[in-house]
């Protein structure tokens, strides 16, 4: 007697490595395994190393560079030094601002908007009443930036003497202007850190707009480098979860 053919139900775990999911896989009946991230986790590895190796004197100053004679190559440590060198000549040369410039309404069109052809020219829009905490939190801040970051114009104005009728709540307003147009308006620190808004955030905000290169020696915290660490730190993460997962699949 003939047995009639009938489906039958194997379970069957995709994940294993045998020679029937080899079969299966080769029919389309089931996935293939995914990729070892493990290879790709030790490339990153490799590459953050090798540009943590390849940036080790960015933004040192001169006596820094000093210290390190005994430990780096003479000739990459003198262009280094030189290349510092050339940088701080052309801040200083760029830095021809070095104060907060209060505005006049019958001037902006020439201290802001022409003016901004040669540099990014932030303008402060203040309260006109003096109790907004966070007008006060800008305005110390302007002063700090005006003073560090001299090849940038900082300007401050009373809001409702710049534009008729300005409302108050929209205060502090930042515009940024670069080659006669608005590049950003920042309206209250809400986007920023509100009252608890810092030098830093704002700094943030001038490398974000190229007013500020990634990496100068006169920021607070140099973002570029900042966040290099921040990848290098997911990555060690992400090392220890693929040696974790290890022990549970057969990728490796």
């Not at 001169?62 to 003198?78: G, H, I, K, Q, R």
């Not at 020219?121 to 966070?134: D, K, P, Q």
């Not at 920042?186 to 943030?204: F, Y």
């Not at 290169?213 to 060690?236: A, F, N, V, W, Y």
Request: hydrophobic share 30%; proline share 5%.
């Amino acid at each position: 007697m003939q047995m009639p053919d009938m489906p039958i139900n194997v379970e069957v775990d995709p994940n294993e490595d045998t020679e029937w999911n080899d079969i299966l896989r080769s029919k389309g009946i089931i996935p293939e395994k995914p990729p070892s991230p493990t290879p790709m986790i030790e490339e990153a590895l490799t590459e953050a190393r090798r540009l943590a190796h390849e940036n080790r004197l960015e933004g040192k100053e001169l006596d820094e560079l000093a210290e390190l004679e005994d430990e780096e190559d003479e000739d990459f440590l003198e262009s280094y030094r030189q290349k510092r060198m050339n940088e701080l000549s052309s801040i200083s040369t760029a830095s021809i601002y070095n104060q907060v410039y209060h505005l006049q309404k019958p001037d902006y069109s020439r201290d802001v908007t022409e003016a901004s052809q040669k540099s990014h020219i932030f303008v402060l829009l203040t309260s006109s009443t003096g109790t907004n905490t966070e007008s006060r939190v800008a305005m110390e801040s302007w002063t700090l930036l005006a003073q560090r970051f001299g090849d940038v114009k900082f300007c401050q104005m009373r809001a409702d003497l710049c534009i008729e009728g300005y409302p108050d709540r929209n205060t502090p307003t930042v515009l940024v202007y670069k080659d006669g147009d608005i590049k950003r308006q920042i309206v209250t620190l809400r986007e920023l850190n509100g009252s608890r808004t810092k030098v830093e955030d704002w700094e943030k905000v001038l490398v974000d707009l190229g007013a500020v290169k990634i990496g100068d020696s006169r920021l607070s915290k140099r973002p570029g480098q900042e966040e290099e660490g921040e990848k290098t730190t997911g990555i060690r993460q992400g090392k220890a979860m693929a040696q974790t997962n290890g022990d549970d699949s057969d990728w490796d």
